[in-house]
């Protein structure tokens, strides 16, 4: 028998190994546009939720991870909930998103600051290629679940995105998900 199984109508992993991380509010600080609107929700409302199975040591070449992530429904202010998004530290690292359950956007921006996004519905498969910062949200309102596989070498790095955010944001505008350029991109 294989150590872990997908449950595939949930996408939800279970067996030896597999280890879980969540984000509150509270630890999303200066990840949504309107950071007062944050602070005044309550901290402990749990935004996504990972799970993930590594096999091999992190940083290590060759290996595959396997992930499943969930965001719940919300919004901050009329920004939707999402991930924090991140590039890979070794930068040229691809990755496979695929869409389970609920409707959402991966948001998806190039070193220059470029950002577009492929709308994820259940079925959807997107391959993200190197050098391509990636983040969900969730434009629906059930919870947005899917599933990733990157390769073990390609490491995280928050530390740009935390510094210059995306080029464009996700907002609810007149009831529609839309896309809006950063001003600071505008000019
Ligand atoms: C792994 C990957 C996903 C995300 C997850 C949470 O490379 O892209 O498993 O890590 O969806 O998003 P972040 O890591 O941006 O908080
Ligand atoms: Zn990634």
Redesign the pocket.
């Known amino acids: 028998m294989p150590t872990i199984q997908l449950e595939i109508t949930s996408g939800k992993l279970a067996g030896e190994g597999v280890i879980t991380a969540q ?1 509150k509010l509270s630890q999303l600080e200066n990840v949504f546009q309107d950071e007062a609107t944050r602070k005044s929700m309550d901290q402990d409302q749990l935004i ?1 939720e ?1 799970q ?1 199975y590594m096999p091999v040591e992190e940083g290590k070449e060759g290996g595959l ?1 396997f ?1 499943n ?1 969930t965001i719940f429904p919300g919004k901050v202010n009329n920004e939707y909930f999402m ?4 590039f ?1 530290t070794k930068l040229d690292t691809a ?1 496979y ?1 695929w869409c389970i359950q609920g409707k959402g956007a991966l948001i998806l921006m190039d070193e220059e600051g470029k950002t577009w996004l492929e709308e994820m519905t259940p079925g959807s498969v997107h391959y ?1 290629p190197g050098k391509i910062a ?3 949200a969730n434009t629906g309102d059930e919870k947005l679940v ?1 599933n ?1 596989c ?1 390769p073990s070498e ?1 490491g ?1 790095d ?1 530390a740009t ?1 935390e510094k210059d955010g995306f080029g464009a944001r996700l907002m609810e505008v007149d009831g529609k998900p839309q896309l809006v350029q950063n001003k600071k991109e505008m000019v």
């Open positions: 984000k996504y990972v993930a991870y992930g992530s991930t924090r998004g991140h890979h990755e998103y993200i990636h983040r969900v899917f990733a990157w390609a995280h928050y995105i």
